[in-house]
């Protein structure tokens, strides 16, 4: 579907002005808050932007403005985030987890990690942050920390991707023979949980995603096909298939009704309600989306040229009307 004008005057009306000489770039979104990288003369820091602030708050000042990189954030909407920082340009390089404590305006490292293993995204669930990080020989492992301080605690090791939480569960997708799998662990204490006979029963999909009622993945290779499933249906359905929005989808995320993900060209949105779906972002746009938060970001001219302006634009999921179903 093309996208209508209402959701065109969502995003505008979302659109985040940075502080002046400040350049901003999108690394996560969540309910009522936004993780940003702020760049300017003074350096580079990673900030987390909320509703009615008039000031971002300062998560961090990177000691390298030049090769650090703010990856991925979460925040329990009260007092602590948890953000990963790249450190370097390339996807291998080194990283530093980081816990900030809104209390106190401050952070800690709570981990380094400088060998191969899947990129962070750090979940912040009653007071833990939880994270994998390489731990050689191929493997990684999925540790939990309190974020007030003490030791990490192995929760699993094994051949397995980035986690992620879905409702009191915590998940990611594991090697299991010449086959991968979906695992499980329960968020309050990380024993090994059971998931919906439905994803227990993948093998081999790409990009598995859940907000804990709502699970979608990719499915195939030469023809990949994005897969649903909600909680009370049947079996899962088919939602994208042959289309140039299946060509390379990656990067699924959950927003309410909507699954959102990117392709080389552009990142698109799924309504569930509807079935439709329709590119959200000119091309080679990105989106992040969590919980009822819908974030977008693309550049307005040439992104490796000087003059090119970022543009950010946060969003309500559910406010936005639905897509009309397709004839």
């Keep these: 579907m093309p996208l209508p004008a209402a959701w065109r005057g969502a995003f505008a009306d979302g659109a985040y002005r940075p502080p002046t000489g400040e350049r901003p770039v999108l690394a996560d979104t969540g309910p009522g808050w936004t993780a940003l990288q702020l760049t300017g003369a003074r ?3 990673a900030v987390l932007v909320r509703p009615g602030e008039t000031s971002p708050r300062t998560l961090l000042r990177f000691a390298d403005p030049v090769e650090h990189q703010l990856l991925a954030a979460d925040f329990d909407g009260r007092r602590w985030a948890a953000f990963a920082v790249l450190e370097g340009r390339t996807l291998d390089s080194p990283w530093s987890l980081y816990v900030w404590d809104a209390t106190t305006g401050r952070s800690r ?3 380094r990690a400088d060998m191969p293993g899947p990129l962070p995204r750090p979940v912040v669930h009653d007071g833990t942050v939880l994270w994998a990080q390489g731990t050689g020989a191929g493997k990684a492992t999925v540790f939990a920390a309190p974020a007030d301080g003490g030791h990490a605690r192995p929760w699993h090791t094994g051949v397995l991707d980035t986690p992620f939480a879905a409702g009191g569960l ?5 090697a299991a023979g010449d086959r991968t799998r979906a695992a ?3 968020l309050a204490d990380g024993r090994t949980a059971a998931l919906p006979p439905p994803i227990a029963a993948l093998r081999d999909v790409r990009s598995l995603v859940s907000d804990g009622t709502t ?3 990719v499915a195939g290779e030469t023809a990949p096909r994005l897969m649903v499933w909600r909680t009370g249906e ?6 994208v298939t042959a289309s140039p929005a299946a060509d390379g989808m990656d990067q699924l995320r959950i927003a309410g009704r909507l699954v959102t993900w990117r392709t080389p060209e552009t990142s698109y949105a799924l309504d569930l309600d509807s079935g439709a779906y329709a590119a959200i972002t000119p091309p080679y746009g990105y989106a992040a989306a969590s919980g009822d938060a819908l974030a977008v970001a693309y550049s307005l001219g040439n ?3 000087a003059g090119a302006r970022p543009v950010i634009q946060v969003v309500h999921a559910a406010r936005l009307p639905g897509l009309p179903r397709c004839d």
């Design 43 to 45: 350096g580079r820091r």
């Design 109 to 111: 490292r709570l981990a």
């Design 170 to 174: 915590l998940v990611w997708r594991e």
């Design 184 to 186: 499980a662990v329960s």
């Design 215 to 217: 699970w979608a993945w």
């Design 234 to 239: 049947a079996r899962p359905w088919a939602a």
């Design 303 to 305: 992104a490796k040229t």
